[in-house]
């Protein structure tokens, strides 16, 4: 059950081509958002739809497959965990910001190579 605690699982398309880069110490990470949309009827029973945004962060050799197989516009399914971390700007500022560190990633496009 401790799996469950601090796992999410979303099926989305990319905003825009990953971010991979390697590091000093030799691990590859890759960065990249996805949307997702939630369609659901209204109090007045008309069709609504709701685009939510998600920051993904994909290390290692999902990192490699991200950046070799995955573009703007894929459609990927992934499984993973969500983190919070913060950082000072060039302003000096805290800025805090909430990820999801991918386990597992599936490539849903049809006419992917």
Do not use: C
Not at 15 to 41: C, H, M, Q, W
Not at 50 to 72: I, P
Not at 74 to 93: H, M, W
């Amino acid at each position: 059950m401790n799996a469950l605690r601090n796992s999410v699982r979303l099926i989305g398309h990319l905003g825009d081509d990953p971010k991979a880069r390697k590091l000093d110490s030799g691990k590859t990470v890759a960065n990249f958002s996805i949307a997702t949309n939630e369609i659901y009827r209204d109090s007045k029973g008309e069709k609504q739809s709701e685009t939510t945004w998600h920051r993904l962060v994909a290390w290692g050799k999902q990192a490699e497959v991200v950046e070799s197989y995955v573009k703007k516009g894929s459609e990927i399914a992934i499984e993973g965990k969500i983190t919070n971390r913060s950082y000072e700007d060039k302003n000096g500022e805290k800025q805090y910001i909430s990820e999801v560190v991918i386990r597992d990633i599936l490539l849903l496009d049809k006419n992917q190579n």
